[in-house]
């Protein structure tokens, strides 16, 4: 199919997953009863994603540098919107949506303008539920075909158009963790659009596991964590009209960081702090200059410092 055929485009984010980019262009391929236009959006991958993009057809792809997930989908988002897209499908390269998940999602279109997304289950056992949802643990659980105000944003989250022309656009300054939930924020109550979990569609997702923070990380390639903790008062803000409530859930946010590396972090416990208090200082103030060079770079004048 020739790109911009269809009135729904589907955004895919990638970066250095080429096997997994081709599985999950495959499964979008080989959708059910509707064909979507597909957007690549290829962060700057280095191992041979750009050279196969190249050779595939009926793809629109924009290579651009990598400056994190919330960048690519800024791009993608604002291109399918620009080129006339009426839904726009979002979708993170190691997801597959199963062979029918857009054509059950479009069976509920009336709902718009909204946003619908599918239940993501493990990739493996293609029944459990990976993201929280409630008390429900599979899809088995699921007895309303829709559930109102659900949803796990760029996990074959679909926006309609008319939702990204009055919430904007995902803030691509905030780079990666946290990012998505700032923006579902913005949507559903900042611009108090209706969000529908479609019980019957599914997108199939790696599980899962251990939260980060409670096991060791790694402060030399830790640099994801700087955005967890320094994007936690923008969600929080973008969650609470009232910028006191705001402001006391990202106070109550940073008490419990600390916590975590107190109990569970064994190896470079100071200069976890150091990098923890630059973060919060920065989501405090509003600062988001600090992209993911910067942030390896400070990282890297912390651990030389320690020696």
């Given at each position: ?12 984010v ?16 080989n ?12 962060n ?9 993009l190249a ?7 924009i ?59 493990d ?26 105000n ?21 803030r ?35 599980a ?13 390639t ?30 109550y946010?940073?008490?419990g ?21 630059k ?22 004048k ?6």
């Amino acid at each position: 199919m020739i790109y911009g055929q269809s009135n729904v485009t589907v955004v895919v984010v990638t970066f250095n997953r080429r096997q997994l980019l081709e599985r999950c262009l495959d499964a979008i391929k080989n959708q059910r009863g509707v064909t979507p236009n597909i957007l690549v959006v290829n962060n700057n991958s280095t191992d041979g994603t750009t050279e196969w993009l190249a050779t595939q057809e009926g793809l629109k792809v924009i290579s651009q540098e990598n400056k994190g997930g919330a960048f690519g989908f800024y791009t993608g988002i604002k291109t399918a919107f620009e080129d006339g897209a009426e839904w726009i499908w979002c979708m993170d390269d190691d997801g597959q949506p199963a062979t029918d998940a857009l054509m059950l999602l479009l069976k509920h279109q009336d709902k718009k303008p909204c946003v619908l997304s599918p239940v993501v289950l493990d990739i493996e056992d293609r029944k459990t539920i990976v993201f929280k949802t409630g008390n429900f643990k599979t899809y088995m659980d699921l007895k309303e075909p829709l559930i109102d105000n659900v949803g796990y944003p760029f996990n074959g989250t679909m926006l309609h158009r008319a939702v990204v022309e009055k919430a904007g656009l995902p803030r691509k300054e905030l780079v990666i963790w946290g990012d998505e939930s700032e923006y579902w924020n913005r949507i559903l109550y900042r611009h108090q659009f209706h969000a529908y979990l479609v019980s019957q569609s599914h997108h199939y997702h790696p599980a899962q596991y251990t939260l980060f923070y409670l096991k060791e990380w790694d402060l030399k390639t830790g640099w994801k964590v700087y955005f967890y903790i320094r994007n936690k008062p923008f969600v929080y803000q973008s969650r609470y009209t009232s910028a006191f409530i705001a402001h006391v859930k990202a106070y109550y946010f940073v008490l419990g960081f600390f916590y975590t590396i107190m109990r569970y972090q064994k190896n470079d416990k100071k200069l976890k702090f150091k990098l923890a208090r630059k973060a919060i200082k920065d989501g405090f103030r509003g600062n988001t200059s600090m992209g993911i060079k910067d942030v390896v770079q400070y990282i890297a004048k912390l651990t030389k410092s320690k020696n």
